[in-house]
């Protein structure tokens, strides 16, 4: 007996979808049957990926977001439901990086990092969330309420890695920041959870994994290979679903056992 799921009926909500992963997340819970909501700064990006999912028989929209900018998160967010309705589900995907040793972290390099992954991050997810509370709490009996909210950390959040020090504190923030939401809305039918991926092959990277510091970096790794991007989409769908009610504060790794 094959098992499916249907996020049909629902939106979801994606930042970052502009590429690489958010443009994958975005892909896959329209394949699943939700509605999607492309939300990211790069706003010609966004309208190329609506009309590949649109192509693909989906259901998708464009919304400029700036995550630094809480008037522009604010209205993002306001724009979304009164365009497509109550956000169901929100994938906290934004995120930045730069690579420099300890020593060399400018305060510019700090405020960068920490205003999109962890400020913007916490933002973003404080304005669906407050949505989802409200409807949760002055719902008609039997109506669906509550949400899924899925922040995208890193396996450097867990694992400290040289030269991206800063990135891996403003990840470790996001899981804590997980924890927090989901100990305070959980009971509200609010599902707060993190996934973090490892080694990613994407459009940004690509190239490094074949130039002979990336070959050497990907001897290190336990079976000596990066993912990609559609190798999350399983554990992605799963925790947007009605069928993850239980799993809420949880911390994911999909790292190829890298972490271990």
Known sequence: MAYSIDLSGR??????ASGGLGAQFARTLSSAGAAVVLASRRVEKLKDLRARIDGEGG???????????HASIRSAVAHAETEVGSIDILVNNSGVSTTQRIQDVSGDDFDYMFDTNVKGAFF???EVGKRMLARAQGSAPGTFTGGRIVNVASMAGLKVLPKIGVYCMSKAAVIQMTKAMALEWGR???NVNAICPGYIDTALNHAHWQTESGQKLMQMLPRKRVGQPQDLDALMVMLCSDQ???INGAVISADDGFGV
């Open 59 to 69: 259901d998708a929209h464009v919304i400029e977001l700036d995550v630094t900018d």
């Open 11 to 16: 939106v979801a909500f994606i930042t970052g």
């Open 188 to 190: 509200f039918g609010i």
């Open 124 to 126: 973003v997810a404080q």
């Open 244 to 246: 993850s009610h239980f």
